[in-house]
């Protein structure tokens, strides 16, 4: 019997995952083979989908991980983290919210962590946790040219708070691991595209945007030119990191130190000529292309190339093509 | 004019920079050519020492960083804070006491620091802010062996508290100054050997005290192996970096990135021959070499040969030999 505690529970990427685990039904923690998920809860600000809310399995707890939320949401998120086997930490502020708001990305992300992972030491229940760290992380600067690829000796070096804020998550996760406290697992997951649902305010929302808004008939902006090189992974190969991340065998994880994901590199260009195969010309005339200063510049500190060794030993690979990932959002938008 | 704060004022380090600084009586900051230096406030827990105190120049400002200290003190560090055109920031737990009191090393050396940046921000006063890193941010896992040598590209992966509080620290610091919100300098220090004084709590110590006591005619024990490899600087090249690190015109200097002081490769055993050497064989006969596993573990994961690029291009240079290291420390104690 294995009890599961997902923040940013209620969010897309939580909510899938949290599908994925009601379905599956078991869990497996660490290479210790399938176990029963007794308990499902999904700790977010806002509180979880009804269909979530709705398996008896799941318990969804609002408030504020940062502050530890109301009194009563506080004691309840409490249990819940105590009695957790498995944490999965993808709560954060995005990267567009942190370039905004300074205070809003040391709190919601650096603080909340910095509370999360004090209250599962102070717990001493030794959980797996999970954390979905980002190849934001990664970037380009003046003493720090573009490499040919990213590999997982790469160092970080972020030109966007959310990327700093993930660097310090990965540490303070990794200390916390070393010093027996808990056992972290950081995975450092590259752009999702295509991401069902409304924009967020990601800076790499528009790599979602371009393709889903002109699927639904809908015009939607690019902010960066067509030849801008990106990374990206579908919800599918994303949400399978976060589980190998929880399922593989410590000799197989690896040491304290973050795994990269996969990313299927592309262009934008090359993704919107998917889009036209995949729906028509008409599709991609639904585009504005409206540069954006700001945006462009955090995309292009962002390398594209991956050798993601690590992830490749624990059978994680990038998507095959744009193509088949935008057919698979088809589907499932027509579910 | 220019102020400036010293955090760790009244340590080894911060108060022989003060020394160093008043009998100067100028700083050039970021080759805006010498400037007077009109104010020198030394922040620490305890008072600074009676020379410096003497100076009137000098201020001495008594309180805890991660808390302000008490409200007196609270509001002369924070005027001074606001005030200074340079902060160099030294105050720190050490390796062995965060090993020892993990709370400690994240109150002292996180959270303090966090303070800090927070204050300079609010000020608004962007000042140039040195940040003494370490190299213990470097270090050896099972995924990431020893590199051949460590550059300004090798990724951090800190095998110690202490060396994941740094990485922390200089994120933090690199994201504020691109942010604008301060002028952000970290140089990760080495190993500094001999350190005066009496023995810290630091898993380093060892590496003056074989030296230190055996030269004043007491015993002093080695945890280590004889050829355990170690990379070191002396006093003055540790200063010199941090002169460096406020003097350097932003172009030399480079992005919001850490800079590695240049290191010493060398092995204890050739330190005690150097010891021998300078002061004769009966020195080497005062070393009780009493294996100690927790230090031997953080010692071997710090890699000991480095290529500082940026630093050379800083005109910072490693000593020349553990002879001359020695000699320079026996010509200062006799004074």
């Known amino acids: 019997m294995t009890k599961v505690v997902i923040t940013g529970g209620a969010g897309f990427l939580g909510s899938r995952l949290a599908r994925e685990l009601l379905a599956a039904g078991t869990l497996e923690v660490a290479g210790g083979?399938?176990?029963?998920?007794?308990r499902l809860v999904l700790a977010d600000r806002v509180p979880a989908p009804a269909d979530l809310a709705g398996d008896a399995r799941v318990a969804s707890v609002v408030g504020d991980l940062a502050d530890g939320g109301e009194p009563g949401d506080r004691a309840e998120a409490a249990v819940a983290l105590a009695e957790a086997d498995v944490v999965f930490h993808l709560a954060a502020a995005v990267s567009g919210e942190c370039e905004a708001d300074f205070d809003l990305g040391l709190r919601a992300n650096v603080q909340a962590t910095q509370v999360l992972l004090q209250s599962l030491r102070e717990a001493g229940t030794n959980p797996l946790v999970v954390f979905a760290s980002s190849v934001a992380v990664f970037g380009v600067s003046a003493e720090h040219p573009l490499p040919d690829f990213v590999d997982d000796h790469t160092a970080p070096n972020p030109q966007s708070s959310y990327g700093a804020q993930k660097v310090i998550c990965e540490q303070l996760l990794a200390d916390y691991s070393r010093?027996?406290?808990?056992?972290?697992?950081?995975?450092?997951?590259?752009?999702?595209?295509?991401r069902p649902g409304k924009?967020?305010?990601?800076?790499?929302?528009?790599l979602s945007?371009?393709?889903?808004?002109?699927?639904?008939g809908l015009r939607a902006t690019c902010p960066v030119q067509p030849d801008t090189e990106v990374a990206l992974a579908s919800p599918d190969r994303a949400i399978s990191g976060l589980l190998s991340a929880a399922s593989a065998p410590d000799e197989l994880w690896?040491?304290?130190?973050?795994?990269?994901?996969?990313?299927?590199?592309?262009?934008?260009?090359?993704?919107?000529?998917?889009?036209?195969?995949?729906?028509?010309?008409?599709?991609?005339?639904?585009?504005?292309?409206?540069?954006?200063?700001?945006?462009?510049r955090l995309v292009r500190s962002w390398p594209a190339r991956f050798r993601s060794e690590r992830a490749a030993r624990l059978g994680l690979a990038a998507d095959p093509d744009f193509d088949t990932i935008?057919?698979?959002h088809l589907a499932e938008v027509r579910q």
């Open 179 to 194: 010093k027996g406290f808990l056992r972290g697992r950081a995975i450092r997951l590259v752009t999702i595209s295509v």
């Open 254 to 296: 690896g040491d304290h130190s973050p795994v990269n994901l996969p990313g299927l590199t592309t262009t934008v260009a090359e993704m919107v000529a998917a889009l036209g195969r995949v729906a028509g010309p008409d599709a991609a005339s639904l585009i504005d292309w409206v540069a954006d200063a700001a945006v462009a």
């Open 33 to 38: 083979g399938p176990s029963e998920i007794s």
């Open 326 to 328: 935008i057919r698979a």
């Open 209 to 216: 945007g371009i393709i889903r808004e002109p699927l639904a």
């Open 199 to 206: 924009p967020n305010a990601a800076a790499t929302g528009f």
